[in-house]
Antibody, heavy 121, light 107 residues
Framework: EVQLVESGGGLVKPGGSLRLSCAAS????????MNWVRQAPGKGLEWVSS????????YYADSMKGRFTISRDNAKNSLYLQMNSLRAEDTAVYYC??????????????WGQGTLVTVSS | DIQLTQSPSFLSASVGDRVTITCRAS??????LAWYQQKPGKAPKLLIY???TLQSGVPSRFSGSGSGTEFTLTISSLQSEDFATYYC?????????FGQGTRLDIK
């Protein structure tokens, strides 16, 4: 059974840092692109960042560039998101999600339960 | 960036109704579109990918269609468990984008 379990969320002051983790199991982690998606309270889904299976392709949403760093450790079946210079508007539930490709088109077929990040003084 | 606009943003319907949600892309995306369902406090759940392919385990009352810039998600006969928020996503062109969501409520 595919499982994605996020951890590392919590309360942090503006300007602070936090590192999120996503532990994967039940599939060959090293074969899939992985992604972070967030959802601010009462708002819609917002893509944060993506990383290819071998970490050679990395993408960020513009508002996260230079502040967030995505990484993965295929030996540990783990995905990470290092978040620096956090702002109040980064307050959200952060989900990790697996990318699945079908006939050239992708989708996010498995999602974790999410971890809440609250940025407040 | 590819913008996705869903309509309507809110929809009120009854059990047994047929409902359709539209997602319009700001530029052509072929059939590269996915649909998700999200219930309060839960992670999104994949319903449809490649515009019209039903994810395994998803009831056949859900269907998707479209290509290019206009896509639809149809629920043929609403069940009580279908009341949720629905999002479209273009998953392949960076930055990845989602529609703003369509909240489906019980009438």
């Amino acid at each position: 059974e595919v499982q994605l379990v996020e951890s590392g969320g919590g309360l942090v002051k503006p300007g602070g840092s936090l590192r999120l983790s996503c532990a994967a199991s039940g599939f060959t982690f090293s074969s899939h692109s992985m992604n972070w998606v967030r959802q601010a309270p009462g708002k819609g889904l917002e893509w944060v960042s993506s990383i290819s299976p071998g970490s050679d392709y990395i993408y960020y949403a513009d508002s996260m560039k230079g502040r967030f760093t995505i990484s993965r450790d295929n030996a540990k079946n783990s995905l990470y998101l290092q978040m620096n210079s956090l702002r109040a508007e980064d307050t959200a539930v952060y989900y990790c999600a697996r990318k699945y490709y079908y006939d050239g088109s992708g989708c996010y077929d498995y999602w974790g339960q999410g971890t809440l990040v609250t940025v407040s003084s | 960036d590819i913008q996705l606009t869903q309509s309507p943003s809110f929809l009120s319907a009854s059990v047994g109704d047929r409902v359709t949600i539209t997602c319009r892309a700001s530029q052509g995306i072929s059939s590269y579109l996915a649909w998700y369902q999200q219930k309060p406090g839960k992670a999104p759940k994949l319903l449809i990918y490649a515009a019209s392919t039903l994810q395994s385990g998803v009831p056949s009352r859900f269907s998707g269609s479209g290509s290019g810039t206009e896509f639809t998600l149809t629920i043929s006969s609403l069940q009580s468990e279908d009341f949720a928020t629905y999002y479209c996503q273009q998953p392949d062109s960076y930055p990845i984008t989602f529609g703003q969501g369509t909240r489906l409520d019980i009438k």
